[in-house]
């Protein structure tokens, strides 16, 4: 199973970045899917998540209401559109797939089986 995220780059705070994950050698259908990010001299932490049935979403406390995680299963793509960005949302960001289907799971890293390479977003104050 292979991971490629796209969409990070450089934006002033309070700006918007849509995020892309595409999948591929999997069942898409099949996979919890999330985001996490690592910042400089921190460890990865989870962002948002979204269920592989119902599409029942996730969040990080700090993110929500400025994060929108989706999937499009027919396209084996996961997204995340984070708006009113700040310095703080500064890291490398990563796609994963989460095979076990338990939900308790799904905002634990060492429970996704499959990662991407990340994309790194940046938010200059």
């Known amino acids: 199973v292979q991971l490629q995220a796209s969409g990070g780059g450089l934006v002033q705070a309070g700006g918007s970045l849509s995020l892309s994950c595409a999948v591929s050698g999997g069942t898409f259908s099949r996979y919890d899917m999330g985001w996490f990010r690592q910042a400089p001299g921190k460890e990865r932490e989870f962002v948002a998540a979204?269920?592989?049935?119902?599409?029942?979403?996730y969040y990080k406390d700090s993110v929500k209401g400025r994060f929108t995680i989706s999937r499009a299963n027919a396209e084996n793509t996961v997204y995340l559109q984070m708006n009113n960005l700040k310095p703080e949302d500064t890291a490398v960001y990563y796609c994963?797939?989460?095979?076990?289907?338990?939900?308790?799971?799904?905002?634990?890293?060492?429970?996704?089986?499959?990662w991407g390479k990340g994309t790194q977003v940046t938010v200059s104050s």
């Open positions: 979204i269920r592989r049935y119902g599409g029942h979403t």
């Open positions: 994963a797939a989460n095979p076990d289907g338990i939900l308790s799971s799904i905002r634990q890293s060492g429970d996704y089986d499959y």
